[in-house]
């Protein structure tokens, strides 16, 4: 299988906002590493074992949990430790394991912001599909300009997963996902952006980029 492509994110601090209105708050960042690219059909298609229609393009149609067994899979195939275990639809974390795992969205923001304090670390056009290209599916990764971190469409193309609840003082189960995608306008493509879904929901606009502990 292709191997997953992975940058190193220095620890550092970041002021993140919240595209709802409320107020920036500052956080710290351990290092970790994140994938350059969101997980490929073509990545998913050799883990399955089938053939992909659109190789290049983020595999999307992939729930919370389904994202959580993709990473436990990832890190099978590398032969690195798992980091879940499950009991049901119970998710447990082994925060000493090195394999594949979600990034947590304070990881998500910092590492999508590379430094950058503006809504997005470049021209939205230039770093991002966004519904103002007239796009009907997402588009193949690396084709628009990566962030200082050399990571692509973090902003657009596809929302991304990430291990965090979306509201966890409401009771519900929805788990956050982030970034903007294809069907997106571009003023709501920003580091910012975030939506939320149900652990068994799948869109055709949200993939993942997995991440990993240092």
Known sequence: MNDVEMASI??????RGDLRGEGRREIVVDAFEIAVYPVTEEQLAE???????????????????RAIRLCNALSEWEGLDPVYAFDGEVVDQ?????????PTE??????????STSAAYGPVREVAW??????????????????LHGLFD?????????????????????????????????????????????????????????????
Request: a neutral charge; aromatic letters at 8%.
């Open 154 to 214: 973090t902003l657009g193309n596809v929302w991304e997963w990430c291990m965090d609840a979306y509201d966890p003082d409401s009771g519900s189960d929805a788990r956050a996902f982030r970034g903007g995608g294809w069907s997106d306008a571009p003023a709501l493509v920003r580091a910012t952006a975030r939506r939320g879904g149900r652990p068994r929901d799948a869109f055709d606009d949200v993939g993942v980029r997995v991440a990993r502990t240092r």
């Open 10 to 15: 220095p620890a550092g601090r970041v002021l």
């Open 130 to 147: 966004t519904a103002a290209d007239g796009v009907g599916h997402p588009s193949d990764v690396g084709a628009r300009l990566p962030n």
């Open 94 to 102: 082994d925060a000493e394991a090195d394999g594949f795992r979600l």
């Open 47 to 65: 883990l399955l074992g089938i053939p992909s229609r659109h190789p290049r393009r983020p595999a999307t149609q992939i729930s919370w949990l």
């Open 106 to 115: 304070d990881e998500w923001e910092y590492a999508c912001r590379a430094g």
